[in-house]
């Protein structure tokens, strides 16, 4: 049983490369997310996806684009790396949206 | 604004009981969570409260009361495995999940 695969799962970047993350899952859910956790802080939504087809904007989008042309992936965008999207990324599904979240385990970028 | 407050960090014992509390003052409410994340690795679901009350589910217990904006996690009997960070989430009236730094609990042979 996978459920949400990310990938990679660590990465750095040089500043203002392009770099997509990869998110996949096979639990069938409608809803996935896109957060970034940083120290101190609780971790933040950058967008979102209630269905295929649709997204929204999160917390903090500025500088992420994603795209949902089917209910399994997520990918996410950024078009030009800068050093304060350093982070770790976690991509999440739900059922729907107001279900329990299931994450995957996160990939590290670090930006220089 | 929308806040979620938890304590930073918490010490106990093994085999001994914590209560690791969470304040909140969100847009409406729909639910709260509780999440545990062992460093380095994901966040997995552990509670949800949506009506005021206690939740038990084996060691762990989670409680909620609406009218003060408050909720607990409860671990009872810890084991060396429970050191982890404990994250507070609470569903706005957007559903939309607003997260708490998360409590890093220690646990002391």
């Known amino acids: 049983i996978a459920g949400i695969t990310q990938a990679p799962t660590s990465q750095i970047l040089a500043a203002g490369r392009r770099m997509t993350l990869r998110c996949t899952q096979d639990m069938r859910h409608n809803a996935m997310y896109w957060y970034r956790q940083d120290l101190g802080l609780g971790l933040r939504l950058i967008h979102y996806s209630n269905t295929a087809g649709t997204t929204g904007k999160g917390e903090v989008p500025d500088g992420y684009s994603v795209s949902r042309a089917n209910t399994d992936d997520f990918p996410l965008t950024l078009a030009s790396a800068v050093p304060s999207q350093t982070s770790v990324y976690f991509c999440?599904?739900?059922?729907?949206?107001?279900?329990?979240?299931?994450f995957g385990e996160g990939s590290r970028l670090t930006v220089l | 604004g929308q806040n979620i407050d938890q304590p930073t960090e918490m010490t106990a014992t093994e085999g001994a009981i914590v209560q690791i509390n969470c304040t909140y003052q969100?847009?409406?409410?729909?639910?709260l969570f509780w999440y545990q994340q062992h460093a380095g690795e994901a966040p997995t679901f552990l509670s949800y409260n949506v009506l005021d009350g206690l939740e038990e589910k084996g060691r762990f217990s989670s409680f909620l009361s609406r009218s003060k904006g408050y909720s607990y996690l409860l671990l009872k009997e810890l084991q060396m495995k429970d050191s982890a960070s404990y994250l507070c989430a609470v569903r706005d009236s957007n559903y939309q999940l607003i997260w708490g730094a998360g409590t890093k609990l220690i646990i002391k042979p």
């Open positions: 969100t847009s409406g409410f729909n639910g």
């Open positions: 999440a599904s739900s059922a729907g949206p107001s279900g329990e979240l299931f």
